[in-house]
């Protein structure tokens, strides 16, 4: 997109790093309601790539020049929008609701429902947005600039909200527009700037001690098949994994304990 054009919406697209205007974004939908876009957005863990389509998630790669083994994530701004998608039991919806209740960014790896499948595009998407088991993460309370988006694209437009962290692979952005690496910023069609709204979130961390991504809980099997449930069995296997530690950690911990009965913790194993 020529970032000094005016849309076909009339919106200026002269200076593509904005600051957020504390609501619906209107330029970043502007871009990602059309095919190939890709933008910067803030979350509550600092910055992010959007994209949403094949063509998007193509120059997401490349820009980050990342490894594809790893699930695609997949941002949900509504929980109604996470049923449709994602297979779920009675105990991992519940999880979810006490997560979107409490406003605690949630990601579970888990598989997708045959018909969601059919609903994405014959464009090459079903292969970046998923790992070779067919999951992805599907994440919920990410943070109000990116939930709103997410939710005004599958709702209005019928378009997917896929994230990477907006750094160079490895590499932390630090929750500032400023650390997002030149070669993402080079990139992006937009960049929504809100360092405010990012360190508001851990308000009494450093650079050095703010956590820099979600939580991640595996919800599936090593073969991408949905964990049984437990109905307050011991000692169920498979069951779930927290395999990512990161933000408000405890708070997610002590949730499972209240949900499942067993649940293992195994911070990088599916790294």
Known sequence: MNNSSVSSKGINMSSKKIQWNNGLQPEAVEILSHDGGMIVCPTKVGYIIMTSDAQG????????????NKPGVVLCGSLEQLKELAQ?????EALYQRHWDQDVLLGCILPWKEEAVARIPDDGSKELMMDQRGTSC????FGKPGEILAKELWEKYGKFSFASSANPSGKGNRGLVECIGDRIEARADLIISANDYVKSIQPNETEQTRYEQGVMVSMVDENGKLIPLQQGQRDITPCPVLIRKGLEVNKIMAM???IFTTWDYRHGNYY
């Open 256 to 258: 499972m304990s209240d």
């Open 88 to 92: 779920l039991n009675a105990e991992i």
């Open 57 to 68: 998630l193509e120059r997401k790669f490349e820009a980050k020049q990342r490894n594809r």
């Open 138 to 141: 599907f994440v919920i309370k």
